[in-house]
């Protein structure tokens, strides 16, 4: 299945909260489905970072499920399909010089970061939901420190990803399911 048609179709069936219509029209007419989900990193490719929300969403159900969590799918949808929100415009392809196997120098596309809103990551992904529809606090934990050890602030001598981890085991398993999306689903494209 197209991941577009896929990711439109969960939202539509699962996320029902009110501004949850205003939030998928500012993705549709947004970068986020073409957006890639890194630049050098797991899917690295136009429309990456809508494939990589439609996996985390299928990894997530599937922990939550086998941990027996009860969660609504409506939380699963809003944690996995919004997680990276955060990129929307935060990408663009730029020229850089290469050389071919010819040993000319060449012009190839690469993507760039360009954040004209430097935010954080998971905070900025609560922060702009937070603009459209209300989040529970579990939720917004989730989202918030969905990056886990690669969060800047982690990195930065903070422990607060691990007092959130034992507070809302929700946040932990989606971490694991972020990392699971990433490194057994996805690819990287040289």
Known sequence: MDKRKEFSDIYKKHIKREGADKLLKYLEDSDFFTAPA???FHNNFEGGLCEHSVNVFHRFKSLCEAEKLKVSDETVAICALLHDICKVSYYSVEMRNTKSEQ???IKKPYYAIKDSLPFGH???SVYIISGFMRLTREEA???NWHMGGFDDRV???SYSSASAYYQFP???LFH???MQATYLDEKIVE
């Open 103 to 105: 040993g000319e120098w």
């Open 141 to 143: 934990m989730a989202i």
């Open 170 to 172: 929700l946040a932990l």
């Open 176 to 178: 694991l399911a972020d």
């Open 38 to 40: 890194s630049t050098k």
């Open 155 to 157: 990195q930065g001598g």
């Open 122 to 124: 998971g905070e900025k």
